[in-house]
């Protein structure tokens, strides 16, 4: 059947995404794909078109080998200007999980940004400046637009009753076999201040340094709910990802894009969990987490309905307070 071929207008849902792994996934999630459409000459994104459920999603990749806050926020404000009437994004991808007492984080779990110890959601743990007394954190990231954190509500009483779709959105990654969670790997987390043994893989690495966990009695991935730091470098040391989870009283997940976004692209951040932010990361589950990530994202799309969606202001109107209410 031919491709459908819709207009600017009828697209409500931005969804962003940084790597061609988390495209591939968020492709996978589509219900259908709609044709393209004419391109402004300055626009330099490249969209993929679709429909997930109720919903006309337009998707967008960060250029290959240009990740980072920066390029997420040239990426959302081109797409905003292409699509004026999207409502809200989705940062969908991947990220590096902080595991605690609080929050038993495995690999291929997911994990959503949600207002927590009065933080919006995301955090941006290395944007400040130095003074005498040390380094003083500025500026405040917006939260999620509501109608996202009311989706979480309602999936999160989804779960309480085990009738979650995540399981089923998940099978849609299908027989590709980048995506099987058999190909990740074993699940290895070290001891906080144990640094990686150096080579490709965590092989010379002491097992004796591996925080003796008990394995899941299910595969599934688990959601946890909290605050995602978001900063311009890799995190990439045991002790510094404890340190900085401690300062904001608990921090789930490490990426570096939604800082970018949040006060000029109000979105839900989603990441799957492909390592464990520290020295012994590698990139062997980035593909399973790319798919938990998108599949729990189909499920966000499917509780929040497109009617509804289409009574809130445009991102346009929110960033610009043009929300056409008189007060
Ligand atoms: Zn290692």
Known sequence: MAKRQLHREDYSVGWVCALPIELAAARLMLDEEHR?????????????????GEHNVVIACLPAGQTGTNSAAVVAMQMRSAFPLIRFGLMVGIGGGVPSDEADIRLGDVVVSQPHKGHGGVVQYD???????????????????????????????NEFIGSSSLSEYLSKLGD?????????????????????????TCGSCGKEMAVGRQPRRNQEAVVHYGTIASGSQVMRDGATRDKVSSEFGGVLCF???????????????????CDYADSHKDKNWQPYAAGTAAAYTKEVLSVVPALGVSRIPTIDETINGRTGKRS
């Open 255 to 273: 990426e570096m894009e939604a800082a970018g976004l949040m006060n000029s692209f109000p979105c839900l951040v989603i990441r799957g969990i």
């Open 127 to 157: 944007f400040g400046k130095a003074t005498p007394s040390g380094f003083e954190r500025t500026g405040f990231l917006n939260m999620p637009p509501t109608i996202l954190l009311n989706g979480i509500a309602k999936i999160r009483s």
């Open 176 to 200: 590709a076999p980048a995506f099987k969670r058999d190909n990740a790997g074993p699940d290895v987390l070290y001891e906080t201040s144990y640094k990686h043994a150096g080579g490709p």
């Open 36 to 52: 393209h459409l004419g391109q402004d000459p300055n626009d330099t994104n490249l969209y993929t078109l679709g429909r997930i």
